[in-house]
């Protein structure tokens, strides 16, 4: 199975950045290019939402209307990382967020991703 690995996360004040990252550890037998890599994140009780997707050339991104024109989605396929630069952060963008992965176009449902990190906490206090 395809291994992700997200980091970067941490305990912030409200309107502070933080960058993360996913590492692809393993891959399966197709390339990087061929996968869409999303975020997603999840608070306590609440489900698993979209926050941004990139498509696997890089050539198309999305994000969920909450995080649009705060947060940014990037790849580098060469070494096998997404990041996830989030500014201005909200008490809101508080949960564990975690990088997903999946074969073909991007979509924002989290139910059609096949590999998935384990998530790291963000915390942004008032």
């Known amino acids: 199975q395809v291994q992700l690995a997200e980091s970067g996360g941490g305990l912030v004040q409200a309107g502070a950045s933080l960058k993360l990252s996913c590492a692809i550890i393993?891959?399966?037998?197709?390339?990087?290019?061929?996968?869409?890599m999303a975020w997603f994140r999840q608070a306590p009780g609440k489900d698993r939402d979209f926050v941004a997707v990139i498509s696997g050339s890089g050539f198309y991104t999305d994000y969920a209307d909450s995080v649009k024109g705060r947060f940014t989605i990037s790849r580098d396929n060469a070494n096998n990382k997404v990041f996830l630069q989030m500014n201005s952060l909200k008490p809101d963008d508080t949960a564990v967020y975690y990088c997903?992965?999946?074969?073909?176009?991007?979509?924002?449902?989290?139910?059609?991703?096949?590999?998935w990190g384990q998530g790291t906490q963000v915390t942004v206090s008032s």
């Open positions: 997903a992965a999946r074969r073909g176009i991007s979509d924002t449902g989290a139910t059609n991703y096949d590999y």
């Open positions: 393993r891959r399966g037998p197709s390339a990087i290019s061929e996968h869409a």
